[in-house]
């Protein structure tokens, strides 16, 4: 049986069950409408599905993937991109046509990936950040998402580059420890984002994590990074320095925001995340 994971808030929903429900024809299927809290899965058992699909955003995917691996279950998530950002879509070539991602969730093949674990609890799959990037976040409100998009973060991005300031980072890296008065501390495990590579030899597969530590101090530090981002030049040591590890650990000299997947989350200094080998099957576009 195929579980659909349905968030009934989720961009062109009525679209997308309509074209579901045809092409489950004649295959068991179940439907489960999403909660904030995540509890439409609580009494749920995921081995009893053959595949799960979910229809929403980054959120509700990070949301089904906890569940899974909650129940130390290894049955395949495919994705039907339908929330405001849709990163990790993105990052696997998953189609955002409707007509293209039906198939495609209900007939790809699983890959295995990497999931990051903070504080041995909470998963999340694409990224994690501390700092500017969790306060753009942060100042995005979901009615906003819903309206505009991917477009409603623009404001959040704003006020998180320039209100935010910089903060005094230690962080150990797989037993190495480091120093960094930045503005952001961002953990990727996927290293594409709309289209920019944000550092080099990132893979969801290879049981690493990457560590982008940015510094800039004056707003015309901005569009140099990006700049040099477009060109994949990630060696500019003066702002931004890279770092690789299965073992992180991040604290601070005061309390700032910190967000995964797009959710902030209320954790208190320091956060340790570790990496999950190959802990997660994904169907790719």
Not at 180 to 194: C, E, L, S
Not at 238 to 266: H, M, N, W
């Amino acid at each position: 049986m195929i579980l659909i994971v349905f968030n009934p808030m989720a961009g062109a929903r009525k679209r997308i069950r309509q074209q579901l429900e045809q092409a489950l024809v004649g295959q068991p299927a179940q439907w489960c409408n999403t909660e904030p809290d995540g509890s439409h899965l609580s009494q749920l058992q995921a081995n009893d599905y053959t595949r799960v699909v979910v229809v929403g955003g980054d959120g509700t995917v990070q949301q089904t993937a906890q569940w899974l691996i909650d129940q130390q279950s290894t049955v395949p998530l495919a994705v039907i991109p339908a929330g405001s950002a849709n990163l990790l879509a993105g990052g696997f070539n998953i189609p955002r046509s409707i007509g293209l991602a039906v198939p495609a969730a209900l007939q790809g093949t699983p890959t295995l990936i990497d999931v990051g674990f903070i504080n041995q609890k909470q998963v999340f799959l694409i990224a994690a950040g501390f700092g500017c990037d969790a306060l753009a976040i942060a100042g995005t409100s979901r009615q906003w998402k819903r309206l505009f998009g991917f477009w409603a973060y623009v404001g959040g991005v704003w006020r998180g580059i320039f209100h935010f300031r910089e903060r005094n980072f230690r962080l150990s890296i797989d037993g190495q420890h480091v120093q960094h008065h930045a503005k952001t501390v961002f953990i990727m495990n996927f290293g594409k984002f709309f289209n920019i590579q944000f550092g080099p030899d990132i893979s969801p597969d290879d049981g690493r994590f990457s560590v982008a530590v940015v510094r800039p101090v004056t707003w015309t530090d901005y569009p140099v990074i990006l700049a040099r981002l477009l060109g994949r030049q990630f060696d500019w040591q003066k702002r931004l320095t890279y770092y690789s590890g299965q073992r992180i650990e991040v604290s601070c000299d005061r309390r700032i925001p910190f967000q995964a997947d797009g959710e902030t989350l209320a954790i208190t200094s320091p956060v340790s995340i570790i990496v999950l080998p190959k802990r997660l099957a994904i169907i790719r576009g």
